[in-house]
């Protein structure tokens, strides 16, 4: 009976999780368009706002999975959990999402600090603690005992789907149907049910006191000896630069000889 039970709660794991993280992403991609097009009447759609827009994104994307990286390296699942809860109970001040109250664009100040100003008021909190559950996801389902526990990259996948799916909702399902208002009080609607899901998945990960230095390592096909180059590390770094680059050059490019609106954003 009791291997039942175990084995019934193990086959519902992968879903749990895949809902938690394809949830996730579609808040996390769905956001980004979203505020933008809030911010579009105040700042304008210029070249120079919609690059520091994403070099915010992508600054803050960064920063998130960093938290995640140290998080789990050096907290236990306990503490992992209990940080990650409360990184998501801080995000619920800046719910719904709306232009910080009272501000005003300064046409006197330059736009890019600006922008980085109203973006980090704004969106701020909310996009850093969704940027940084997808990976933590990931390493608590690598401890819960789940099926391919040892391999939980299918949630990759289920985080993919769910970014897409998020990026082509915006300009065909919410914008062209809903207005903007109503669009955000959605928004965080969701973000509070996903609170559920990742304390649900905290919970299934289990507890204890080893921290992911001192626990095993997963299963892996590199040996101890295959350590990475810093010239390995340096192409990684230049190729990344590839898509950023050609996008932002792209969009910017339509944006300026077309019109500046989500979709041009959205289909690159």
């Known amino acids: 009976m ?11 794991l992968p ?8 949830s996730s992403a579609c808040l996390l991609f769905f956001v980004q368009p979203m505020f933008a097009k809030m911010v579009l009447p105040a700042l304008g759609g210029s070249s120079a706002v919609w690059t ?7 600054t803050v994307l960064i920063l998130g999975y960093l938290y995640a990286h140290l998080s789990v390296r050096y907290l236990t699942p306990r503490a992992q959990l209990v940080v990650h809860l409360c990184v998501w109970a801080l995000a619920l001040a800046f719910l719904p999402i709306a232009l910080p109250q ?9 736009a890019a600090w600006q922008t980085l100003t109203v973006f980090a008021l704004g969106v701020g909190a909310p996009f850093a603690a969704l940027s940084a559950t997808a990976p933590l ?9 789940g099926p391919s526990s040892d391999d939980p990259y299918f949630l990759y996948a289920a985080s993919n789907l769910g970014s897409l799916l998020s990026l082509l909702a ?8 809903f207005g903007v208002r109503m669009i955000g009080q959605g928004w965080a609607g969701l973000y509070l049910v996903l609170g559920a899901g990742l304390l649900a998945c905290g919970l299934a990960m289990g507890g204890g006191s080893a921290t992911g230095a001192d626990r095993p390592a997963m299963r892996t096909t590199a040996g101890p000896q295959d350590r990475i180059s810093l010239r390995q ?15 932002l050059s792209t969009t910017s490019t339509i944006a300026t000889d077309i019109g500046s609106f989500p979709l041009v954003w959205v289909i690159p």
Not at 52 to 58: G, R, Y
């Open 2 to 12: 009791q291997m039942e039970m175990i084995d019934r709660r193990s086959s519902g």
């Open 137 to 145: 996801l990931q390493a608590w389902y690598a401890r819960s005992g």
């Open 52 to 58: 520091t827009a994403m070099l915010f994104f992508q």
């Open 170 to 177: 915006f300009p065909f399902v919410a914008e062209p149907l």
């Open 233 to 247: 590390i340096g192409i990684w770094l230049g190729l990344a630069f590839l898509p950023s680059s050609l996008m």
């Open 102 to 110: 009272g501000w005003t664009y300064d046409p006197a100040r330059p």
């Open 15 to 22: 879903m749990l999780f895949s809902m938690t993280i394809f």
